[in-house]
C-alpha cells in the first residue's frame, strides 16, 4: 500500500517575504530538522488546493548548513503557483516535499580547474547556494559567476554576491570568483549586452571573466530557461566541450530553472 499524501511532505511557516520587482520575489520557510539538500538540488512547494494540491518545484538558495530555506522565484502571470506566492504573507503555511531532487552538483565533475555558473533569471539561486559551500572554492582555482536577464532592475543578488567577500566560511577564497551580470534588453553599467550563447561564440564571456576557456581546464554549469540552456548547450558543443555523464566525464552539467 502507497503512503498517504501527507506522509511525504512537511507543513512549514513562511518567516519573510520581499517582493524585489513586480515579477521577482524572494522568501524564507522554516525547515525541518531532517531536511537535508546538497547544493544545486530543488525542493518542491506546495499549497492546499480544494480536494487536491499544487505543486512546482523552486531552487534553493540557503546553504546546505542554514537553518532556514531561502528561494528566488519568478512570478508567471497567470500561473496557478504564481498567483499564490504573490499573496504568500509571513506567518502563512506552506507545504514542503520532503525529499529534495536535482543533480546540478558540482561534486560530480572528476576534473577541472576553473567552474563556469552561467544563469538567467532564477537560475542563479542554485549557483548563490553552492558558493556559500567552503568545499567548491577549495575545489576549483577560479570560478565565474554569470546572471543574464532583461533589465538592469533584475540584478537583485548584486550585493549577495559582494558579500563574499565577507562571508565567514567562504571570504578567504572570495578573490577566485569573476563576477559578470548580463543585460539584454537595455545598455547597462558594467553589465555585457548579448545572449549567453552569442557572448560564448564571440569571446566577450571569456574577456568579462578575465579567464582563458579550454576542454581541458574548463567546467560549465548552466541553469535557467529551457531556451537559454538549450542554445548555450548547442553553442558550447560547438566549441568542442560535451555533456558530463557519470561513465563518459565531460565539462558541461545543466538543468532548466523552475
Wanted: charged share 15%; glycine share 8%.
Amino acid at each position: 500500500m502507497s503512503a498517504a499524501p501527507e506522509a511525504k511532505f512537511t507543513e512549514e511557516t513562511v518567516l519573510w517575504v520581499k517582493q524585489l520587482t513586480p515579477k521577482l520575489m524572494s522568501f524564507a520557510i522554516t525547515r525541518p530538522h531532517s531536511y537535508r539538500f546538497s547544493a544545486g538540488q530543488f525542493s518542491r512547494l506546495g499549497f492546499r488546493d480544494g480536494a487536491g494540491y499544487i505543486w512546482r518545484a523552486y531552487s534553493i538558495v540557503s546553504a546546505e548548513y542554514a537553518d532556514t530555506l531561502e528561494y528566488f522565484v519568478i512570478l508567471i502571470e497567470n500561473g496557478a503557483m504564481s498567483q499564490r506566492l504573490a499573496q504568500m504573507q509571513a506567518g502563512q503555511s506552506i507545504l514542503l516535499d520532503k525529499t529534495a531532487f536535482g543533480f546540478l552538483l558540482p561534486g560530480r565533475f572528476t576534473d577541472g580547474e576553473d567552474l563556469i555558473m552561467l544563469s538567467t533569471g532564477s537560475g542563479i539561486a542554485p549557483f548563490l547556494s553552492m558558493l556559500q559551500q567552503p568545499q567548491l572554492w577549495e575545489r576549483f582555482q577560479h570560478i565565474g559567476l554569470v546572471h543574464s536577464v532583461s533589465y538592469a532592475n533584475e540584478l537583485v543578488f548584486n550585493q549577495r554576491v559582494e558579500e563574499f567577500h565577507q562571508h565567514p566560511l567562504v571570504a578567504e577564497y572570495a578573490h577566485k570568483l569573476s563576477w559578470q551580470p548580463v543585460v539584454t534588453r537595455e545598455e547597462t553599467n558594467g553589465a555585457l549586452n548579448q545572449r549567453l550563447p552569442e557572448l560564448l561564440h564571440n569571446g566577450s564571456l571569456a574577456q568579462g571573466l578575465n579567464l582563458a576557456f579550454s576542454p581541458q581546464r574548463t567546467r560549465f554549469m548552466l541553469c535557467g530557461n529551457p531556451a537559454m540552456v538549450a542554445d548555450t548547450f548547442k553553442t558550447l558543443l560547438n566549441m568542442g566541450y560535451s555533456m558530463h555523464r557519470n561513465k563518459l566525464p565531460g565539462q558541461i552539467i545543466m538543468e532548466n530553472g523552475f
